[in-house]
C-alpha cells in the first residue's frame, strides 16, 4: 500500500521568497514520485518526477525535489516566488509495475503568492 | 499533438440521471486513468483501462459507477443515477505504453448534481 502526506494545505509566500512544499510517502515498493501543479479549473501538469539516478530532480518552471529514502521525502523548493506559482500543488506516488500504475496523491498544498 | 481531451467540460445532471463522461487519450497512448476530485479533496484514483480491458478497478464505487475503453473512440465514465455526492471534478490521464508511470491529465469534467 502506498500513502502520500502533504504538511500544509495552504502556504503563504512573498513574491521571491524561498517555496518549500513538503511531501513524505510510504511504499513497500521503491517509489516513484511525482509533483503536480494545479491552476484554477485546469487539470494536472507534471512539474517533475524521481524515478530512479539522480535524486536531485529538476522541473519546469524553475521548481526542484530531493528524493531522501532515508526520510521518506520528496519536498519541492523554488528559490524565488513568482506571483504566477500560485496555484495547488500535489506531490503523487507509484508503484515500480511494469505495466501501468495507479497514483496515489497527497491533499495537495495551495500556494498563495503575496506581492 | 493535442493533449488528454475530456468532454463536457462542465456537466449538470438532476438527481437520478445519467452522466457519461468521455476522454479521448494523446495519440499514440493506449493506457487510460480516471481520477476523482471532490471538494477540498486530494484526487483519488478509480479506474484504469487499456484498450477494451479493466486493468484495475480497485477504486470504483460498486454500484452505479462503470467504465469502457472501446477499440475505436473515447473512454466513458458512466454514472448512473447521479446522486449529490457524485458532485466532482472528474480528470482523466493517458500514458503511452512501456513508460506509462508518466500520466498527462486531461482539463476534467466538472460535474454538478442538482
Known amino acids: 500500500a502506498q500513502s502520500v502526506t502533504q504538511l500544509g494545505s495552504h502556504v503563504s509566500v512573498s513574491e521571491g521568497a524561498l517555496v518549500l512544499l513538503r511531501c513524505n510517502y510510504s511504499?513497500?515498493?521503491?517509489?516513484?514520485l511525482f509533483w503536480y501543479v494545479q491552476y484554477p479549473n485546469q487539470g494536472l501538469q507534471l512539474l517533475l518526477k524521481y524515478t530512479t539516478g539522480a535524486t536531485l530532480v529538476k522541473g519546469i518552471n524553475g521548481f526542484e525535489a530531493e528524493f531522501k529514502k532515508s526520510e521518506t521525502s520528496f519536498h519541492l523548493t523554488k528559490p524565488s516566488a513568482h506571483m504566477s506559482d500560485a496555484a495547488e500543488y500535489f506531490c503523487?506516488?507509484?508503484?515500480?509495475?511494469?505495466?501501468?500504475?495507479?497514483?496515489?496523491f497527497g491533499g495537495g498544498t495551495r500556494v498563495l503568492v503575496k506581492p | 499533438n493535442a493533449g488528454v481531451m475530456q468532454n463536457p467540460r462542465h456537466l449538470v445532471r438532476r438527481r437520478g440521471q445519467e452522466a457519461r463522461l468521455r476522454c479521448s487519450p494523446m495519440?499514440?497512448?493506449?493506457?487510460v486513468y480516471w481520477y476523482r476530485q471532490l471538494p477540498e479533496e486530494g484526487l483519488k484514483f478509480m479506474v484504469y483501462l487499456q484498450k477494451e480491458n479493466i486493468i484495475d478497478e480497485s477504486g470504483m464505487p460498486k454500484e452505479r459507477f462503470s467504465a469502457e475503453f472501446p477499440k475505436e473512440g473515447p473512454s466513458i465514465l458512466r454514472i448512473q443515477q447521479v446522486v449529490r455526492g457524485d458532485s466532482a471534478a472528474y480528470f482523466c490521464?493517458?500514458?503511452?505504453?512501456?513508460?506509462?508511470?508518466?500520466?498527462?491529465f486531461g482539463a476534467g469534467t466538472r460535474l454538478s448534481v442538482l
Open positions: 495519440k499514440g497512448h493506449s493506457h
Open positions: 490521464a493517458s500514458s503511452p505504453p512501456g513508460s506509462s508511470n508518466i500520466q498527462y
Open positions: 503523487a506516488v507509484s508503484g515500480l509495475k511494469a505495466a501501468g500504475n495507479k497514483l496515489t
Open positions: 511504499s513497500s515498493v521503491p517509489p516513484y
